[in-house]
């Protein structure tokens, strides 16, 4: 079965008209908008990157930059490959007024003035011209431009898949492959770039037999493959993991074995002027020509080493076109055709005209006299790079052949193959025998191969190893002449001398060559310029091609639109609401961001809160903290070893406030740790920290193989609420049918008792100083118990509380929020957390750390501080002393119950003893607070244990 | 005319006074500013070509809004020798001060950036926390007011940080450094360095012995290799790091934001392209391959600032290595156990904006044998004296 994809449009009978640069064009059927640009005589499409010089069709395969335009405000889109859709509107990039006189083409003309990396030489002296000749740089650099009221609202959507084979290509090679590889028992995606399947045989059939055509027919029906056409697979990452954009879709699939069928890029030829309209390589023109139905009209000159620019000369005449010349660069004619006026042993020299082709210049390869054949068409055919990026992408080692001039893996990557044009087989009956044999070896690694297809795998290998290759290469590039403007890379406008000049300077290396000529650095990330860049490089250099290198190819293989990366993400960004986050609603809370979660963070006056808290009752919704119950014998060895704590003494039905460091002694997070049973703990996280603390178990639980736990993240199976003030157990009692008295529940304990009908997890203990249960009970009833709380809460004005009433309530007590009062460099001494650490238990992790801390004594110290006055000064506001900063403020707010500013602050040891005086600076003045070692409310913990 | 060569190849000579390991713009910077302290016979080994680790694969943001004192200090000194740098060197590096913003999503984030705000203020640096009206302001069309997950509530702006061409800055440093005398032998790879007796005496590399009583390790992704050669272990985990480029446009964006809630940072370069990165992958590795997952995050993210770039394309991804430290502040100066071995590693996330700054004061510190004050408190004996300086709560995207 086949998939076109969405922009597989089917045009009707007529046709489509779009607009391009303001003209009316119109499309035939099935046509591309290159198609329909060339029919209409429109043949500068745009300008290029540095000199503006006009540019038109190329490649016709949407590898070159020459086509692109902006296409409904879509910049640098490539107008070859895609469809017109009715009233398209079409206008060309890089140029003003328009792309027929393009003012900026001055720099054309300029070109002695701005020799490669001239950027670099000029325009910093003096140093305050830079910005201004920066400011006139970004107006004119770049190419498309950015519609910025697009509003994103096309779709993206995103496909995953499995399968065991994925074949990249649907030329030849690929469709024996994925055909191979299917009847031998393996299920195979096809992935191809182009809307129809066969690659080159679909314009350029050559030799091959028709019947080898009828195979795509069988594969397209074929059960056990699926094909993507339009399709082009830009990743193959690590493992097997190929990325394959079809229009607004992204495939990722997973796949056991890749086969690599890319074929090859069709590699230009440098001359003089040879980025001039008129100018195209050999498959472009056959593309337009046996695709799309274009003419050529005027007369045309074809510069080949290779037999497709016969068959190309054969195709052309066939349709009544006139070819004035065939030049070969061999001294032999590598063919013969009737009538073809072949120049053999010649080669061209530049291209003549100024806004298209008027005229060639042909020269003997030997040198000799020059002579102009008029034209308007100068076709090239020398040969194919071969398309290795995905190769390269999936970790292939590639060396460089002499003898096909071309680079060719030598050591595959696991799972990958390659198969085709990109191992040098350009023979359509070797494609044929390789590809089946590829896709035999990836059905092989899959162990589904055979005896039979075994032996045929084995006689394929052999066969082709020993078969002949067609492409008999001159490896010529460039013509010998020393005019400036024969371009090696039209992305850029980097020139043969550019590149000369380059080496000159210094930017010898293949890689730094690049970086500083910009040289394959363009939208065709090297595709047209990688064979000659190399070329030039060894040449000038005067070493081999192999030791030159190549410069590294990365993802994406085709430029991928961010939309498509992105998919429907940027509308899907999770949002973790509670059980009872509607209630919150309803109740008129404002709700804060913590990490993915909601919270309320008032519903009234946080201050009404604040003292329903410590005068009565209220309920605060706590579900989004971390929640983990460990199982198992050795549960107790484990929280002794990842918490600074002891754990074994923690008696059945107790609690403990427990804090985690990690191996610097720094702390990560603090939570609850409740033993419910001999083997069988329940813990808290803070909110924050809850994914960050589960890693951490799972981590030490994997480096602790021989202990017997288990673990269950409880964090969303469970909602939570904090029940306090005075007449928390007033409430409780009336909900539940448990004893909740100080003797059978006192501070700090847990129970498992029923609320509200619900069995519960109740946890008493005091984060906001006041006595209080923590009620933890299945999500689903969340809501209910809830309700059912503040429902028997309202003979005492229960009022729910917001983050920040509990940050008030408790900050009176000097509880620390981790990652608030802390910081990355925070350790549990200077933390002020001394008691918790029990250096001599047996080994925990930042044992070695804390003791050296230890030893040091502390250099700084989480304090709490009083602070007289009105003024509150921000959080993170400097401690300075002698206009140095000393320290910080992590957290202040006026406190009711202190009858005074109070907040927590890191100072220098020297300044953390009780009564000392600190110096806070805020907007400018200097605020005097004092330490103070006392919580500032209820020291003796009265409250909590009442 | 061809123009001037900008470094020469040059045959290994028997003994150097000082060699540099790592041909980036920690090392060349180090050899240009020894040269211009006096110290010409210096040797630059680069195992690859220079720039090739993450001299040429960062993101070429500079700025020096840190936290810590210590920090803002010296990356201001990175920052005032930027500034001068294409003069000094006579090579457009194309500095481009447009200012950079840290953009804030939640409390806790502002709060940071408060803190960062009062403390470079303290320092005497441009940077301040302004509002959304004034973010949108700056960058009309950044999607501040209209919807997204995390709203964004405040932004540090630091009107002097910007981009520069990073590939620019290693060539005029080592140009500058080969005319001051200095050897730049690319292709060089140390296989060993000799200490008998605990001081330096030679290194041992794939082109022959150099005899030498100054060895600076200068080198990223590799900086524990070449230390263990001398038994001397570093605090560091190495990381990758990756970044993306878009096809080129027509500049419209002019500063460099970025936001840690979002993992993702974003400029646009003189050529029209926009440079995106993130936060370093969390696992440990060596690898230099992308990955997809890092691409749809970074797109991802990019479109909640930037709806509109839905249809511009992803041209180019790579990944680069990050040597972590675990107060993301870098190790500089001599190393207590070994004589004439001296460091400059763990760059992190930060590296390329330190570049000239750490140059400088190595190269004053290596000349003199004494330890400048700016570069005292990173000194690796920090971690033994436990003096951490602490940028990582500032850093989570640091960029």
């Known amino acids: 079965m086949t998939d076109h994809g969405s922009t597989e449009g089917h045009s009707a009978g007529n046709g489509v008209q779009f607009t391009f640069d303001g003209q009316i064009v119109r499309a035939r059927p099935g046509q591309t908008f290159a198609g329909a640009l060339h029919d209409a005589g429109i043949h500068t499409l745009s300008r290029s990157f540095k000199y503006h010089r006009p540019r038109g069709l190329f490649c016709v395969t949407g590898r070159c930059p020459n086509c692109m335009c902006s296409v409904n405000g879509e910049p640098n889109v490539r107008v070859c490959t895609r469809k017109p859709a ?222 497709i620019g016969y068959r190309l000369a054969d195709q052309l005449k066939q349709k009544g076109m006139h070819v004035a010349a065939l030049v070969d660069l061999h001294d032999q004619p590598q063919g013969a055709i009737e009538g073809l006026r072949v120049l053999a042993g010649h080669t061209i020299q530049a291209a003549s005209g100024k806004s298209h082709v008027t005229g060639a210049a042909i020269v003997p390869t030997r040198g000799g006299t020059m002579q102009t054949i008029p034209c308007q068409w100068i076709i090239q055919a020398v ?73 045929r795998l084995t006689q394929l290998e052999s066969e082709i190893s020993q078969s002949t290759r067609d492409c008999k290469p001159t490896a010529s590039y460039i013509s010998n002449s020393k005019d400036k403007k024969k371009f090696v890379c039209i992305c850029e406008d980097v020139t043969e001398k550019d590149l000369c000049d380059a080496i000159d300077e210094g930017y010898a290396n293949i890689e730094t060559l690049k970086r500083y000529s910009t040289i394959s650095m363009g939208p065709c990330q090297g595709k047209m310029c990688q064979s000659a860049s190399i070329a030039i490089c060894a040449r000038h250099k005067g070493i081999d091609i192999e030791a030159v290198g190549t410069t590294t190819s990365r993802p994406p293989e085709q430029p991928v639109p961010l939309g498509v990366l992105a998919g429907q993400a940027p509308h899907f960004s999770l949002i973790r609401r509670t059980a009872m986050h509607h209630w919150h609603e309803e109740a008129g809370a404002r709700f804060l961001d913590a990490g993915t979660w909601k919270r309320p963070e008032r519903y009234t006056d946080p201050h009404d809160e604040y003292q329903a808290v410590r005068k009565g009752v209220g309920l605060i919704d706590v579900s989004t903290l971390g929640k983990i119950e460990l199982r198992g014998p050795d549960v107790v060895k484990f929280l002794e070893f990842i918490y600074p704590n002891r754990f074994a003494n923690l008696a059945i039905g107790k609690v403990r406030y427990g804090a985690i460091c990690d191996e610097a002694g720094i702390l990560l997070d603090d939570g609850m740790i409740c ?115 503040m429902e028997a809460g309202k003979d005492f004005d229960i009022k729910p509380f917001g983050v920040e009433a509990q940050r008030r309530l408790r900050l009176d007590k000097k509880h620390l929020l981790p990652g608030v009062d802390t910081d990355a460099l925070s350790n549990m001494y200077d933390a002020d957390l001394p008691w918790i650490v029990k250096l001599d238990k047996e080994d925990f992790i930042g ?37 140095s900063l000393v320290g910080r403020v992590t957290s202040v707010r006026y406190s009711p119950a202190a009858g005074s500013i109070v907040g927590l602050a890191w100072v220098p040891i020297e300044s953390s003893k009780n009564g000392d005086i600190i110096d806070i600076r805020h907007a400018g003045q200097s605020l005097k607070a004092v330490v103070q070692d006392d919580p500032f409310y209820d020291v003796a913990g009265e409250r909590l244990n009442s | 005319m061809p123009a001037s060569r900008m470094w020469r190849d040059h045959e290994l000579k028997e003994s150097y006074d000082v060699v540099i390991i790592g041909g980036g713009v920690h090392g060349l910077a180090t050899a240009y500013y020894l040269t211009k302290l006096g110290v010409k016979n210096i040797a630059i080994l680069e195992a690859k070509y220079i720039g090739f680790g993450g001299s040429g694969r960062n993101t070429a943001i500079i700025r020096s809004n840190y936290r810590t004192p210590e920090g803002i200090a010296f990356y201001d000194h990175s920052v005032k020798l930027y500034e001068q740098l ?52 700056l960058c009309p069309m950044m999607n501040v007011f209209g919807p997204q997950r995390y709203p964004i509530q405040a932004a540090l702006y630091h009107p002097p940080g910007g981009i520069i061409r990073h590939d620019a800055v290693v060539w005029a440093y080592a140009r500058g ?177 330190a570049g000239p700054a750490s140059g400088h004061l190595m190269a004053q510190c290596i000349q003199s044998g004494k330890t400048p004050k700016m570069l005292e408190p990173f000194l690796n004996s920090r971690f033994l004296r436990d003096q951490l300086v602490g940028e990582k709560a500032a850093a989570s995207v640091s960029h």
């Open chain 1, 86 to 307: 009715a009233g398209d509107v079409v206008k060309p990039q890089n140029a003003w007024p328009s792309v027929r006189f393009d003012i900026m083409s001055i720099f054309d003309k300029m070109h002695r003035l701005l020799p490669v990396g001239f950027y670099y030489k000029t325009m910093h002296k003096p140093r305050f011209m830079w910005p201004i000749f920066e400011s006139v740089i970004r107006r004119i650099a770049g190419l498309g431009e950015v519609d910025l009221s697009n509003g994103g609202s096309e779709q993206y959507d995103k496909l995953n898949l499995f399968t065991d084979v994925v074949v990249v290509g649907g030329g030849l090679a690929g469709l024996n492959a994925a055909y191979a590889a299917a009847e031998a028992g393996a299920d195979v995606i096809l992935i191809d770039d182009q809307p129809t399947l066969g690659g080159h045989v679909q314009h350029d059939p050559g030799s091959i037999d028709v019947h080898e055509l009828a195979v795509r027919y069988q594969i397209m029906a074929h059960p056990r493959i699926q094909t993507f056409v339009s399709s082009t697979a830009f990743g193959l990452y690590e493992e097997n993991y190929v990325a394959v954009q079809q229009g607004n879709r992204m495939i990722r699939i997973r796949a056991q074995q890749t086969v690599v069928a890319s074929g090859g890029w069709e590699r230009p030829y440098v001359f003089e002027n040879n980025d001039l309209p008129g100018v195209l390589l050999a498959s472009g023109a056959q593309r337009l020509l046996q695709q799309q139905g274009c003419k050529f009209d005027g007369p045309i000159v074809i510069v080949t080493d290779q037999p």
């Open chain 1, 383 to 455: 040969g194919f790079t071969p398309a290795t990026s995905l190769l390269y992408q999936s970790g292939c080692k590639l060396k460089y052949n002499a003898d096909l001039d071309q680079h060719q893996v030598t050591e595959w990557a696991q799972g990958v193959h390659s198969a085709g044009a990109v191992n040098g087989y350009h023979e359509p009956l070797v494609c044929v025998k390789d590809g089946t044999r590829a896709g035999l070896a990836a059905a092989n690694a899959l162990g589904l191969l055979t005896t039979d297809l075994t032996k």
């Open chain 1, 675 to 789: 033993r419910l049973d001999e083997e069988r703990f329940y813990l808290s996280t803070s909110t924050g920290n809850a994914d960050a603390i589960d890693s951490w178990f799972r981590w030490w639980l994997t480096a602790k193989p021989q202990w017997d736990i288990s673990m269950t993240n409880m964090s969303t199976a469970l909602s939570g609420m904090n029940l306090a003030g005075p007449h928390s157990r007033d409430v409780l009692r009336r909900v539940s049918t448990g004893d909740v008295s100080n003797e059978a529940l006192p501070y700090p304990s847990v129970k498992l008792l029923d609320v509200a009908g619900v069995p519960a997890i109740v946890l008493r203990i005091g984060f906001v100083g006041e006595l209080g249960f923590e009620i933890h009970v299945p999500s689903q009833y969340g809501l209910h118990v809830w309700n059912t709380l």
């Open chain 1, 847 to 883: 044992r070695w750390s804390l003791n050296r801390i230890k030893e040091r004594g502390p250099k700084q110290k989480l304090i709490g501080f009083k602070l007289e006055g009105t003024t509150v000064p921000d959080e993170a506001s400097l401690i300075v002393k002698q206009g």
């Open chain 2, 86 to 137: 294409a003069l000094d060197l006579d090579f457009n590096v194309m500095f481009s001060q447009h200012g950079h913003l840290t953009l804030a999503h939640n409390e806790r984030g502002v709060t940071g950036l408060r803190e960062r705000a009062h403390t470079n203020q303290l320092m005497g640096i441009d940077s301040r926390l302004i509002q959304p009206r004034e973010i949108q302001e």
């Open chain 2, 177 to 353: 450094a080969d005319r001051g005398g200095a050897h730049v032998h690319q292709l060089t790879e140390v296989n060993d360095i000799e200490t008998p007796n605990g001081a330096v005496s030679a290194v041992v590399t794939n082109r022959g012995r150099i005899k030498t009583g100054i060895v600076l390790n200068a080198t990223a992704g590799y900086a524990s290799t070449i230390c263990d050669m001398v038994n001397i272990p570093l605090a560091l985990e190495t990381h990758p790091l990756q970044a993306f480029v878009s096809e080129a446009l027509k500049p419209w964006l002019h500063h460099v934001i970025v936001s840690s809630t979002l993992h993702i940072y974003i400029s646009q370069s003189d050529r029209g392209e926009l440079v995106s990165g993130a936060e370093v992958d969390d696992y440990l590795s060596y690898s230099l391959r992308g990955t997809l997952a890092f691409a749809e995050g970074g797109a991802t993210h990019l479109l909640e600032l930037f709806p509109f770039l839905a249809n511009v394309k992803m041209l180019r991804q790579w990944a680069g290595l990050c040597d972590m430290t675990p107060d993301y502040s870098p190790i500089m100066g001599p190393v207590d156990e070994i004589k004439g071995f001296y460091i400059t590693v763990g760059w992190g996330t930060y590296g390329f904006k």
